[in-house]
T-cell receptor, first 114, second 116 residues
Framework: EPEVTQTPSHQVTQMGQEVILRCVPISNHLYFYWYRQILGQKVEFLVSFYNNEISEKSEIFDDQFSVERPDGSNFTLKIRSTKLEDSAMYFC????????????FGPGTRLTVL | AQTVTQSQPEMSVQEAETVTLSCTYDTSESDYYLFWYKQPPSRQMILVIRQEAYKQQNATENRFSVNFQKAAKSFSLKISDSQLGDAAMYFCAYKDYGGSQGNLIFGKGTKLSVKP
């Protein structure tokens, strides 16, 4: 069964460094999402992406964040200058055709900022 | 703004027994979706069950069923005949039906343990 995959599973970085989290959505899906979960807190929406542009973003998704679909399979989240408070689990998700379809989640990338 | 609250951080159930996980939400919308997602340890979240707010009938998927009380804004998940594989984090989530809002709003989750 097709799955959303994410790499790496765990990323450790120094404060101020740039990180890129990678996701491969399910191949026929058209909508892509990033969520994050700070330890002990709720899963929070960051951004949705459709037709090579941001469809919607939350207030968390500030200028330090960017998303890109560099090729036909990958979907990336870049954090330009990481802060300690960016430490979290980052989940990628995709849905088939509309935002109302079921979202399929990846296993997550645990980002630790030191 | 919409919010989702799961008041039970942890729950435990004996194998083969029934357990109910609670979820309440707040919204001013009349059309929306509600979901329960399951996240096994070190695995991705998978959809367990969904409910459209306009449907009065409670959704059922095999051993999983919901009790949707729209007026009370309550959406609980019942797991019957619990199995060891049901042990996981369970997240309740909300999604607006209209407009461009596609993002899910999650509760904090309930960790379910299943005792053999």
């Amino acid at each position: 069964e097709p799955e959303v995959t994410q790499t790496p599973s765990h990323q450790v970085t120094q404060m101020g460094q740039e990180v890129i989290l990678r996701c491969v959505p399910i191949s026929n899906h058209l909508y892509f999402y990033w969520y994050r979960q700070i330890l002990g807190q709720k899963v929070e929406f960051l951004v949705s992406f459709y037709n090579n542009e941001i469809s919607e973003k939350s207030e968390i998704f500030d200028d330090q964040f960017s998303v890109e679909r560099p090729d036909g399979s990958n979907f990336t989240l870049k954090i330009r200058s990481t802060k300690l408070e960016d430490s979290a689990m980052y989940f990628c998700a995709s849905s088939v055709n509309t935002p109302w379809d079921e979202q399929f989640f990846g296993p997550g990338t645990r980002l630790t900022v030191l | 703004a919409q919010t989702v609250t799961q008041s039970q951080p942890e729950m435990s159930v004996q194998e083969a027994e029934t357990v109910t996980l609670s979820c309440t939400y707040d919204t001013s919308e009349s059309d929306y979706y509600l979901f329960w997602y399951k996240q096994p340890p070190s695995r991705q979240m998978i959809l367990v069950i969904r409910q459209e707010a306009y449907k009065q009938q409670n959704a059922t998927e095999n051993r999983f069923s919901v009790n949707f009380q729209k007026a009370a804004k309550s959406f609980s998940l019942k797991i019957s005949d619990s199995q060891l594989g049901d042990a996981a984090m369970y997240f309740c989530a909300y999604k607006d039906y209209g407009g461009s809002q596609g993002n899910l709003i999650f509760g904090k989750g309930t960790k379910l343990s299943v005792k053999p």
